[in-house]
Nanobody
Framework: VQLQASGGGLVQSGGSLRLSCVAS????????AGWFRQAPGKEREFVCG????????ECTDAVKGRFTISRENSRNTAYLQMDSLNSEDTAMYYC??????????????????WGQGTQVTVSS
């Protein structure tokens, strides 16, 4: 499956963005979807994951209550709604998909397919 992420940009602290990840090439419902981020000089970290049917989600503590992951399988798209953004959220955001993993799996190595990344910059 090929993934195309979009929706990043420059936003002021306290603002919101919605990232989208469009999948093509394979049946999107076969895959768990996830969002990761990577800031300069840091390792890629798990943000949120969602089960194939969208019923179950998991997010890292740093974004709980502020970020929401969802998916619309009829559109082959996963979303990351990001609210109350702060400077620590500044990073390149990547969407990912994998078949043989649990939606709460936080390891980047568990995901087989990756999008190209979309930059999120939060100004204070």
């Amino acid at each position: 499956v090929q993934l195309q992420a979009s929706g990043g940009g420059l936003v002021q602290s306290g603002g919101s963005l919605r990232l989208s990840c469009v999948a093509s090439g394979r049946n999107f419902t076969d895959y768990v979807a996830g969002w990761f981020r990577q800031a300069p000089g840091k390792e890629r970290e798990f943000v949120c994951g969602i089960s194939w049917n969208g019923r179950f989600t998991e997010c890292t503590d740093a974004v709980k209550g502020r970020f929401t992951i969802s998916r619309e399988n009829s559109r082959n798209t996963a979303y990351l709604q990001m609210d109350s953004l702060n400077s620590e959220d500044t990073a390149m955001y990547y969407c990912a998909a994998g078949k043989l993993l649990h939606y709460s799996d936080r390891r980047p190595s568990s995901y087989e397919h990756w999008g190209q990344g979309t930059q999120v910059t939060v100004s204070s």
